[in-house]
């Protein structure tokens, strides 16, 4: 189970390794992604490990491998978005991708985040599912991410601190 795994504040890690650890495994972490190799590596901006390293999260193993990541930000009009999440497979439907979530709501609530956000193309069962799970709406975003490039908007509240 997923309580078996540490949950690690990037601020705790060197960011840069850490980067480079993260996108030298995406295709373990990545599988199944409708993604291509430089979409993924595009989510993995230098400013989500260095600038922003507070709001991202990492899963880690008792023996100190990587089982999931979160990169997160939390904007000057207090909306927590989630940018990127991912779980390798041999961990995923172990509740890793919902501590990492709960994680990230926990630091968005801390800095008086509004709401969080979440954005997938449409058909993304698996982030659908996440999404209802924290009470989530979804919402059609046509052209989201550029022309023809429809996506849907999953908002929820996160919890009081």
Do not use: K
Not at 12 to 27: M, T, W, Y
Not at 116 to 132: E, H, I, N, Y
Not at 152 to 160: C, F, Q
């Amino acid at each position: 189970m997923s309580r078996d795994l540490q949950l690690v504040g990037f601020e705790e890690l060197s960011a840069g390794v850490l980067r480079d650890r993260l996108l030298a495994d995406r295709a373990s972490f990545w599988s199944g992604s409708r993604l291509t190799g430089a979409e993924i590596r595009a989510l993995h901006d230098p400013v989500f490990f260095h600038q922003f390293g507070g709001f991202g999260g990492l899963a880690r193993t008792p023996y100190g491998g990587d089982a999931g990541y979160l990169l997160g930000v939390v904007s000057a009009d207090r909306l927590g978005v989630v940018h990127a999440l991912a779980v390798r497979p041999e961990f995923r439907g172990r509740g890793v991708a919902v501590r990492l979530l709960e994680r990230f709501a926990g630091v968005a609530a801390s800095v008086a985040a509004r709401a969080v956000q979440a954005v997938a193309p449409p058909g993304d069962d698996v982030v659908a599912g996440l999404a209802r799970r924290f009470g989530a709406s979804a919402s059609p975003a046509p052209g989201h991410a550029g022309p023809g490039a429809d996506r849907v908007l999953y908002t929820w509240l996160p919890a009081a601190g």
